[in-house]
C-alpha cells in the first residue's frame, strides 16, 4: 500500500505539470476566459448568476425563473459561448488523456525498464517488483500491456471520462452506475484467486512479489532447469 501510494503522488505531480504544458499548447485558459467573459456579460444583462444550487434556483420567484430560463436561453443560442465551451470540454478530455499518458508512461514503464524487475519508484523503495505469474521474468509486451491497457485504459482513464462527462453533465445516472461496477470488478479481482491481483496484473499474467524472498527467473528455460534440479534433488534424498 505504501508503495501504490508513493506511485501515485510521483503520478498526479508528473501529470498535473504535464497537463500545465499541454494546456499551453492547445490554448485552453484563451477557451475559459472567453467562456467567463460572456457568462459575465449575461449574468450582467439579465441580472442573474449561473452559479446557484438548486435549493437557491427552487426560492425564486417565478419572474425571477423566467428571466433566468431566458438568459440561459440566450447563452445556449449563443454561437460564440457554445463554441468556447465545447472546446473546453474537449480539451479537457484530450488534456486529460495525453497528461496521464505520459505520466504513466514514464513512471509506469520507462522506469521500470530501467530499474527492472518491473520495479516503479515505490516499489523499488519497498523491494517489490513485478513478475510473470510462474516468476519468470516478464517481458517488454506484457509490461506495455499491464502499462497501456490495464492501468492506463480501463483503471484510469474509462473512470476519468466518466467523472469528467458527469461534470459537463454530459452523462447521467448511467456513468455512476459503470463508475461502481467498475470499482467492483476490481475488489473482486483483489479478493480472488491465490495472487490477489488487480485487474492489470491479471491481463498481463503478471503479479507483485517480494524480491527479496522470490527467485526471479531470466526466461522459462531458467525456470525448468530449476524445477529439474529440485526435483532431482528432492529424488535423491528419497528413500525407497
Known amino acids: 500500500m505504501a508503495a ?66 431566458a438568459a440561459y436561453d440566450g447563452l445556449i443560442a449563443d454561437e460564440e459561448a457554445m463554441k468556447a465551451y465545447n472546446m473546453m470540454v474537449n480539451l479537457s478530455l484530450l488534456i486529460a488523456s495525453l497528461a496521464i499518458l505520459a505520466a504513466m508512461l514514464v513512471l509506469e514503464f520507462v522506469i521500470p525498464l530501467i530499474l527492472k524487475n518491473g520495479q516503479t519508484v515505490g516499489k523499488k523503495c519497498f523491494s517489490l517488483g513485478v513478475v510473470r505469474v510462474d516468476g519468470v521474468k516478464m517481458n517488454h509486451l506484457q509490461l506495455f500491456t499491464r502499462t497501456l491497457l490495464g492501468k492506463f485504459t480501463l483503471e484510469t482513464m474509462l473512470p476519468v471520462y466518466i467523472v469528467l462527462m458527469l461534470f459537463w453533465g454530459s452523462i447521467g445516472s448511467f456513468g455512476t452506475l459503470i463508475l461502481f461496477a467498475l470499482m467492483g470488478a476490481q475488489a473482486i479481482s483483489l479478493l480472488m484467486g491465490n495472487t490477489r491481483s488487480a485487474i492489470h496484473d491479471r491481463l498481463a499474467g503478471t503479479v507483485v512479489v517480494d524480491i527479496a524472498s522470490q527467485n526471479i527467473f531470466e526466461s522459462t528455460e531458467d525456470l525448468i532447469a530449476y524445477t529439474k534440479r529440485i526435483h532431482a534433488e528432492r529424488a535423491e534424498r528419497q528413500e525407497y
Open 4 to 69: 501504490w501510494i508513493l506511485d501515485i503522488m510521483l503520478l498526479c505531480v508528473l501529470a498535473v505539470g504535464a497537463a500545465t504544458g499541454f494546456s499551453a499548447i492547445f490554448g485552453f485558459d484563451a477557451y475559459d476566459t472567453k467562456l467567463q467573459s460572456v457568462y459575465d456579460s449575461y449574468e450582467s444583462q439579465y441580472g442573474i448568476t449561473f452559479q446557484m444550487t438548486q435549493a437557491e434556483f427552487d426560492a425564486m420567484t417565478e419572474a425571477e425563473k423566467a428571466n433566468y430560463q
